[in-house]
Structure formats: structure tokens, C-alpha cells
């Protein structure tokens, strides 16, 4: 099976652990980085994985095939924790998942304000999500002005996880105007989702 | 309040954030400083930490050491940055007296709490420093730093610089090696939490006591290992001592799990940096690593002294050590006389005590 990493616009040690994640199940995998410690460390994982590696530069980035030696490539003890165990896929947490600061198709105005009904409501129902991520312009509903913002604060100081992707609000110019939960990276939000029992995407 | 981890928004951590030795190097050319017969150490010798004299019987030390999150929890990041500040004082053999700290913070982070956190860790490393904060300056910053510049006291014939290495000299390394790699592991996820917490202990150990066996066993030279690794640090001190130096890479102690971190390609962009800057000047032999010759350039935060011991004493600072320091020591090389030649050369075997104290 073959499996390509797109790791560019990534630093490390992103890419080296993409590319680890693909080797578990992939026999061969295209990694794609765009700068020289990218190179010189996927180089090394790749060896001290027994695989071979070729190094392509292209216009677009660095192309690095690797191929997988007799060894399976294994993830220690604390990568494993990423992967869902598949026997018991119920075990893990309740995770809300907000990729849009609209609640369903339909005109924005409509969407806006069913989102902070949703979130009014969500305080008085059971059971409740142990983390709430925000993704793209769901980052919208965790930053001043929001209208969610009050109900949101509310189910963050009860316990509940509340984690805002920093690559959007970053992208949206809203990194200082965050008011409610924590800056989240790609990596720790694929992790919940992939270790989550449930998710309900919004 | 929210449980923060602040690796989250940072690129790179702890001393990996320091600006390239091979650009600072050219930085003062054609830069007029003011000429003082009271500076005794300056910035040419690129040592840890400027001293002036006062008067015949004292010298001020003065240094400043501010970088971005090295740790998740608040309070573990003040622990360290404060560890990393008054080394520089430790590592010029003076005694911290005051500091002032140095924040840049989004508001987010001060409006959380966060900001409190890290600065009681500082705090708490200063008062078992003895050495008093008067203040501070910070400023908004979107991404965070923390640091602080440390004022000590000294007597001139108590300096230990990093210019007087003398051939014969035994190296000796008072922390283990590794943080930079661990740092990657753990924002990657693949370091344990008894390897992360090992980490954090380590980076937050005082170097007061490695100091303070180096004077009693009558050390000159000293330097601490930090952004620019084990060899850049190396170089630096052979280089203002004019002397070369002899290192056994299998004697340098290392944080658990570092080598194979290195081994799996976990390196900073600064630990390549560091190759580059030490590369004129070092000769690997053959048999050494690729994962060994990448660990001794592996950025430190808050590492520990490289101390030159004269030969006769090393038994003596190797037993006090290995009694007395929380972190585990090791002979990594000798120091011998320039020959003209590469300042550095790393061989695989470690120097063992006879082999590192014999002339």
C-alpha cells in the first residue's frame, strides 16, 4: 500500500511524525516537505526505520520515497495512545466537533443564531462532551463579540475541554481576541478525535 | 482555571530560539564599543556572562537569558528560565545577587493566570539562589517569552572564564545532554512522561553546586552548555583558551531516550545550525554515529557546566560530584594544545578516568 504525507507549510517535528504514523501501515510513503531539517530528519527516521529512502526536489517541494525495509515499523508506547483501539471503539470520551460558526445549510443569519441556541442549550442537557473543539470559522464562536461566548465559558468552567485550532484563528487574525479555552495544534486535535468513543460534528 | 500547555503555539523552544553563533559572531564588527579598562570578560571572548571590576576586591557579573516555552506547565517553564539565567553567573564562578524579569506575554496568558505561574516557578528557583527580583519589564507579545537578567557578585581572582583551559585539563559535564531532542519527543508525543519529567528536573537544577565543587577543586575554566550544544560551547571555550580539545562521545551522559530521539530524526532546526557553526572545527573519527555526532549538537536549555579540571584533582571532583549533584556527570574529553589544526576531535570510546588525567 502506498500513502502520501503532504508536510509542507509543517515544522518539525510534524513531518517525522506523520511520516511514522503512514510507515505503521504503508509499505511505501511519499512524504512532501519544503525545507532542510524536514529532509535531514524524515532522512533519519526513514534509517533508523531500516527503510530506503530517495530524495526527489521538485518545484513544488521535496519529494522523499520511502520504502519499507523486512522490519514493520512499530510506534512506542506513547504514540500508541494517538491510535483508537479498534476491539473497544466506544472506550473513549464524548468529543463535539464545531468546524463552522453556522449550525447547518441555510441563510448565515439563521445558522448564527441556531449555533448560540445550540450552545444555550447544551448547558441544560445530559450527556455532556468532555472536549468541545472549534475548528475553522468555528473559532468565531470562542473570541470576543461572539455571541456564544457566555454559554461557551460557562461549559468550560464546569470542566469540559473547550480547544480552539490555532492555525484558524491565526488564519482569521483572531489569536489575541480568543476569550474562552486554549490555542489546540493539528496534531492534538486529530489525536482526541482519533481517541475519541464519539463524535458529534456540528 | 484552564490547564494551559504552552508548546502549543510555539515554533521552537527553549534555547533552540537563539539566534545562529555564526551570525552573532559577525555582529559587533565595525560596531564601536566604548572602551573600559574595568571590563574584564566582554563580548569577544563570547562567554557566558560580562564581568566588571569595581573596585580591587569586586566585580559586577551581569547577564541576561530570555526564550520561549521549554516546558507545558507554566510553572516547570519560570523554574527553568530562571535556572537557565543564573547559570551564567554560576558559570563565571559568581554569586547571584539580584534579577529582573523579562516578559513578553500575550494577554491571554497574563488575563489566565498563566503569567503568575510561570513567575512563581522563578521565583522559587531565585529564593534558592538567595538572589532577589527587583522588578521587571514586559511587554504584549502574540507569542511568549520569559526570562531574566541576573546581577552577581564576584571577586576578580574568582572568575572562572572560559579562556583558561590548559592542556591536561580533564572535561568534565555536569548535566546530561539531550534536552533539545527530548523537547521535540514530547511535543511529537513520543517521549514518556517519566522522560519528559526527568527533563524538566534536569533543566531546573541550579548549576550552584557544580559551581561551587569546581572552586573548591581549584577549576580556572568553565562554561555552560546551552543553544549551541555540547561541541558549539566546546569550540567556543578551545577557541578563547587556544587550546584543542579531545572528546569521547560515549562519556557524555545523556537524558534517557535521547539518542534513539535523535536516532529517529526528532533534531531542531537549530541542532543542524550548530553542525554547520562547529563543522571547520571538529574531525569525527570514523567510527562515530550519525545519532552520537547529532546529540552533541543538540541545542541545550539550561544544560549543565563544562568544567576544565586540572588532572590531579578529577578523582576528587568526580566523587564530590557524583555525591552531591542531583544530575548524573561525566568525563566527556581531555584538553590538549592547539596544534594548528581542528579545535575539535570526537572519537566514539569514552575517556576513562586514568586515560582523561594522564598528560
Known amino acids: ?104 445549510r441555510g441563510p448565515e443569519e439563521l445558522g448564527e443564531r441556531l449555533m448560540g441556541a445550540f450552545f444555550h442549550t447544551l448547558r441544560d442537557v445530559e450527556p455532556k462532551p468532555a472536549t468541545i473543539v472549534f475548528m475553522n470559522t468555528g473559532v468565531k464562536l470562542v473570541v470576543e463579540g461572539s455571541r456564544a461566548l457566555e454559554d461557551i465559558r460557562a461549559l468550560a468552567d464546569s470542566g469540559i475541554e473547550v480547544l480552539a485550532c490555532g492555525t484558524c484563528l491565526g488564519y482569521f487574525k483572531l489569536m489575541e481576541k480568543l476569550s474562552v479555552g486554549r490555542v489546540s495544534n493539528m496534531f492534538d486535535i486529530a489525536s482526541i478525535l482519533l481517541k475519541a468513543g464519539k463524535i458529534v460534528e456540528l | 482555571m484552564a490547564i494551559v500547555d504552552l508548546f502549543e503555539s510555539v515554533t521552537e523552544c527553549g534555547c533552540a530560539a537563539k539566534v545562529p553563533a555564526q551570525e552573532l559572531s559577525g555582529l559587533l564588527r565595525g560596531v564601536e564599543l566604548p572602551a573600559d579598562p574595568a571590563v574584564l570578560v566582554g563580548p569577544d571572548t563570547l562567554d557566558d556572562a560580562g564581568i566588571y571590576k569595581l573596585s580591587e576586591e569586586q566585580c559586577l557579573v551581569q547577564t541576561v537569558d530570555f526564550f520561549p516555552p521549554v516546558a507545558r506547565r507554566p510553572e516547570d517553564y519560570g523554574r527553568i528560565a530562571a535556572a537557565n539565567a543564573l547559570s551564567d553567573v554560576y558559570a563565571m564562578g559568581g554569586r547571584p545577587l539580584t534579577a529582573l524579569a523579562i516578559v513578553c506575554m500575550p494577554s491571554r496568558l497574563v488575563k489566565d493566570g498563566v503569567l503568575r505561574d510561570i513567575t512563581r516557578g522563578a521565583a522559587e528557583k531565585l529564593r534558592e539562589a538567595g538572589c532577589t527580583l527587583l522588578g521587571g519589564h514586559s511587554v504584549l507579545d502574540p507569542q511568549a517569552k520569559f526570562g531574566l537578567s541576573v546581577t552577581g557578585l564576584i571577586h576578580p581572582k574568582d572568575v572562572l572564564s572560559n579562556a583558561a583551559a590548559r592542556p591536561g585539563d580533564v572535561l568534565v559535564l555536569t548535566k546530561p545532554v539531550g534536552t533539545g531532542v527530548t523537547i521535540m519527543a514530547v511535543r511529537a508525543q513520543l517521549a514518556s512522561a517519566e522522560q519528559e519529567a526527568a527533563m524538566n528536573r534536569c533543566m531546573a537544577t541550579l548549576n550552584a553546586k557544580a559551581a561551587a565543587l569546581a572552586r573548591r577543586c581549584g577549576v580556572r575554566c568553565v562554561t555552560d552548555v546551552t543553544g549551541f550544544g555540547l561541541l558549539g560551547h566546546a569550540m567556543q571555550l578551545a577557541r578563547a583558551s587556544d587550546v584543542a580539545l579531545e572528546i569521547g562521545a560515549e562519556g557524555v551522559p545523556l537524558l534517557d531516550g535521547a539518542l534513539t530521539f535523535a536516532e529517529e530524526g526528532l533534531l531542531s532546526a537549530a541542532a543542524y545550525t550548530n553542525q554547520d557553526y562547529v563543522a571547520p572545527e571538529v574531525v569525527y573519527d570514523e567510527e562515530v554515529p550519525q545519532p552520537q555526532k547529532d546529540i552533541l549538537c543538540d541545542p541545550q536549555t539550561s544544560g549543565g557546566l563544562l568544567i576544565c579540571c586540572p588532572p590531579g584533582r578529577l578523582r576528587e571532583l568526580v566523587s564530590w560530584a557524583r555525591e552531591e549533584l542531583a544530575t548524573p556527570c561525566g568525563v566527556v574529553g581531555r584538553v590538549v594544545a592547539a596544534s594548528g589544526g581542528p579545535r575539535l576531535r570526537v572519537r566514539r570510546r569514552a575517556f576513562s578516568l586514568e586515560e582523561a588525567s594522564a598528560s
Do not use: W
Request: glycine share 6%; with cysteine; aromatic share 2%.
Open chain 1, 1 to 104: 500500500m502506498k500513502q502520501t504525507v503532504d508536510a509542507r507549510g509543517l515544522l518539525c517535528p510534524q513531518p517525522v511524525v506523520l511520516t511514522l504514523k503512514a510507515l505503521v501501515s504503508a509499505d511505501e510513503v511519499v512524504t512532501i516537505v519544503d525545507n532542510q531539517t524536514a529532509v535531514e530528519n524524515v532522512t533519519r527516521l526513514a534509517r533508523s526505520k531500516g527503510c530506503a529512502i530517495a530524495i526527489d526536489k521538485k518545484a513544488d517541494g521535496i519529494y522523499l520515497t520511502i520504502h519499507k525495509g523486512d522490519a514493520p515499523v512499530e510506534m512506542t508506547q506513547a504514540d500508541a495512545a494517538v491510535t483508537c483501539p479498534s476491539g473497544e471503539p466506544a472506550a473513549g470520551p464524548l468529543v463535539l466537533f464545531v468546524p463552522s460558526d453556522c449550525f447547518g
